[in-house]
């Protein structure tokens, strides 16, 4: 089973959030053989979430941290390399080929497609710093929402 994390760039980081998440994700682990986690972009949430799923591996040597690029079609075998420290696959979406400035929201959307849990941490009041319109992490909860993927969205549990 596959779980994708999405969320805002900036999060109320707290003991309770990293706590909820730990549970989370090792109930998914344990009942629900969750073996693939999903992460994309280099925002407060995705990092607090690789971070979770990093401690977790050592317990579950297992489970799978996979990259999920929507920059860098083509890299060069020594990022490859590096990236390959952290990451047991690193992946550039077909979809993202050519998406231009918005390619997060293709990116986005593929690992939705890919999984079949998204955890996410949406606060509807967010708004990104100088914008007007709605945030990525809005975008891709409602695509997974249209796509009647199972989400847990951590700020509502928080």
């Known amino acids: 089973m596959k779980v994708a994390f999405i969320g805002h760039r900036k999060i109320e980081n707290t003991e309770e959030l990293k706590h909820n998440l730990a549970d989370i994700v090792t109930t998914l682990i ?5 073996d693939t986690f999903l992460f994309g972009s280099k925002s407060e949430f995705n990092e607090l979430c690789y971070d979770t799923v990093s401690r977790l591996k050592e317990n579950y040597p297992h489970i799978k941290r996979i990259e999920i690029r929507n920059s860098n079609e083509y890299l060069p075998k020594i990022y490859i390399d590096i990236t390959l420290k952290y990451y047991e696959e ?4 077909e979809s993202v080929s050519g998406a231009g400035y918005r390619s997060y929201i293709k990116r986005n959307q593929a690992m ?3 999984s079949n849990i998204l955890i996410v941490y949406f606060n509807k009041n967010y708004m990104p710093m100088g914008k007007s319109s709605k945030s990525g992490t809005m975008i891709a909860l409602e695509y997974a929402l249209k796509k009647k ?3 847990i969205n951590l700020y509502e549990q928080d």
């Open 30 to 34: 344990e009942k629900e053989k969750a």
């Open 90 to 93: 690193t992946i550039f979406p």
């Open 112 to 114: 939705i497609d890919m």
């Open 149 to 151: 993927k199972r989400i």
